[in-house]
């Protein structure tokens, strides 16, 4: 099995809708991450978490929240879908500590019409 | 603020050849690492190498090196004996020493030609 699993792994959805993306690991790790990627522009940071009572925002934190239900869950939660949120969205893991590895999850494709 | 640079949006290369990928970025830290992730077809973000800016020697896993070059704030990525699964974008990514947010470049998608 997956250590880092997404769900679901594509979604198509329409302006306005308020979708959830949804994030579990096996790995134990205290770090989870959120990040999209659009094409050109590499993977940007959304949010993250070092523990199930800290939240971050990161690079591009408008238009979605997330919530860290538990140690091993992390979701990201767009409120009102638009069109320019159609991307790939990864959730990533990492042990404490500086420069340590993270490890990603498959990823979810998300399209907004 | 920290970049990273990728100039080669696609490279290829012939099966069993040696290719490199260039990565460079800015940054004021002294202390910080660098990566390399692969995206392959399927999508997943997979490590292949990591660096530790604070260790002048180079990184190596099996066919996968780099060449760090700290001063002119470089980081390239040599592929040898080249594959057809090696066929991928490749990220480079920094991360500053006291804090876990990754960089991104912005890819290099390379392609093992048989």
């Known amino acids: 099995d997956a250590d880092v699993t997404q769900t679901p792994r594509n979604r198509i959805t329409k302006t306005g809708k308020r979708i959830m993306l949804e994030c579990s690991q096996t790995?134990?790790?205290?770090?989870m991450y959120w990040y999209r990627q659009d094409p050109g522009l590499g993977l940007r940071l959304i949010y993250y978490?070092?523990?199930?009572?800290?939240?971050n925002k990161g690079e591009i934190s408008d238009g979605y929240s997330v919530s860290r239900q538990a140690q091993a869950k992390f979701s990201l939660s767009l409120e009102s879908a638009i069109p320019n949120q159609t991307a790939l969205y990864f959730c990533?893991?990492?042990?404490?500590?500086?420069?340590?590895?993270?490890?990603f999850g498959p990823g979810t494709r998300l399209l907004v019409l | 603020a920290q970049t990273v640079t990728q100039s080669q949006p696609e490279m290829s290369v012939q099966e069993a050849e040696t290719v490199t990928l260039s990565c460079t970025y800015d940054?004021?830290?002294?202390?910080?690492?660098l990566f390399w992730y692969k995206q392959p077809p399927s999508r997943q973000m997979i490590l292949v190498i990591r660096?530790?800016?604070?260790?002048?020697q180079n990184a190596t896993e099996n066919r996968f090196s780099v060449n760090f070059q700290k001063a002119a704030k470089s980081f390239s990525l040599k592929i040898s004996d080249s594959q057809l699964g090696d066929t991928a974008m490749y990220f480079c990514?920094?991360?500053?020493?006291?804090?876990?947010?990754?960089?991104f470049g912005t890819g290099t998608s390379l392609t093992v030609i048989p």
């Open positions: 990533a893991t990492s042990v404490g500590g500086s420069g340590e590895t993270q490890y």
């Open positions: 790995k134990g790790h205290d770090r």
């Open positions: 978490s070092f523990d199930v009572k800290d939240i």
């Open positions: 940054t004021s830290e002294n202390n910080y690492y």
């Open positions: 660096q530790e800016a604070y260790k002048q």
């Open positions: 990514a920094f991360m500053t020493g006291t804090g876990n947010q990754f960089y």
